[in-house]
């Protein structure tokens, strides 16, 4: 008895990624690009009530031609416009013919599994990949002598691209970097006057970092790839597991008002003074903002990884100019450049 309702179980789980489902569970709409406005009615003249990502998924409540409902989190309902809304895959890519996608970014590994698994290569841009299954954020690929798993959010629509200067390959070659985008699902972070959260816009960082550290030929991995909660001390965990030559947390900051602004860089251990001194100096040096310092803090992710590892604050949500800023694509690569370099001097000084 017992197997047969798992089995069913399991079978509607896996239905209900790729299929169109009428009756029983909710259908899931995806988001399709980054920073998405959620409204509170179907019109832009109604107010901003949340943010969504690229891979956010939403149960579908009704649709009119533009806009469609759903139900948040929260228990609210929000509005948003079609043109950000993938409905569930149906049938077809099934059925016949292959589905062949490419990456939009320059380059992506290519996993055993999806999130933590063993990376077998990295895959380029323009390279025709063949879809054989679909899990969460994940696609499994097929092509060019490859077959495994890589993050959805590399192969659709809204991406951020980053510009390519010429790439440093000597040091950070090979050199295990684990990001960790800071908060995610029920834990938002901060947020701005704007309706910006953190939990979103770490994610958005770490994708870019992500990108480009790949390139540079580093094994990069994220804690989380997509917008779920995540407890502080799976973070270190995989820190541990993946024996992690830097961990990296991703902030952003608040002030309760009191108009703070600028970026800085914390450790817990002596030994991780040198990455936050770098990335203390490049962060600020990249994006143009103040600087904070370097300072010893006492978070969870830096105490409990006693590795090289650093929690960086990228400036300040609840500070409506830097809100602004921090928001823009610009000030994203700019950060994210600063990180890439500070860790870059890192490696470069303490090279074995
Ligand atoms: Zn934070």
Sequence with gaps: MHSKVLFLLALSLLLCDSVTVAKGPPVKVTI???NVNIRS????????????????????????????????????????????????ETKKTKEKGKSIIRTVVPAVHIRSKPLNGRILGTIHKGEEYEVIAVRKHWI??????????????????????????????????????????????????????????EKNLTLQTSRLLYEKLVLSGAEVSLTRYSDYFLPLSERTKKAAKEKADAFISIHYDSSNGSSASGTASY??????????????????????????????????????????????????????????????????????????????????????
Excluded: C
């Excluded at 009119?64 to 416009?81: R, V």
């Design 32 to 34: 399709t690009e980054d």
């Design 267 to 352: 450790y817990y251990y002596k030994n991780q003074k040198g990455l936050a001194e770098k990335l203390g100096d490049k962060v600020p040096q990249a994006t143009g903002a103040a600087s904070r310092g370097i300072k010893e803090g006492n978070y969870h992710v830096i105490r409990e990884y006693t590795e090289t590892a650093a929690l960086v604050e990228l400036g300040f949500l609840d500070n409506p100019f830097e809100e602004k800023q921090i928001i823009t694509q610009q000030y994203q690569h700019k950060a994210v450049n600063g990180i890439y370099d500070g860790l870059a001097g890192y490696f470069d000084s303490n090279a074995e």
């Design 140 to 197: 499994k690929l097929k092509g060019n002598g490859h077959r495994g798993w890589a993050p959805q959010w590399f192969f659709e629509g809204g991406t951020p691209r980053i510009n390519h200067e010429t790439w440093r390959t000597s040091t950070l070659n090979r050199r295990r970097i684990l990001i960790d985008p800071g908060h995610g699902g029920k834990d938002q972070g901060t947020s701005g006057q704007l309706g910006f959260v």
């Design 41 to 88: 009615g179907p019109g832009m003249h109604y107010n901003i009530i949340e943010k969504a990502m690229i891979g956010n998924q939403f149960s579908f409540l009704r649709a009119t031609n533009e806009w469609t409902s759903i139900d948040l989190p929260s228990g609210k309902t929000g509005w948003i416009s079609n043109k950000f809304i993938a409905m569930p």
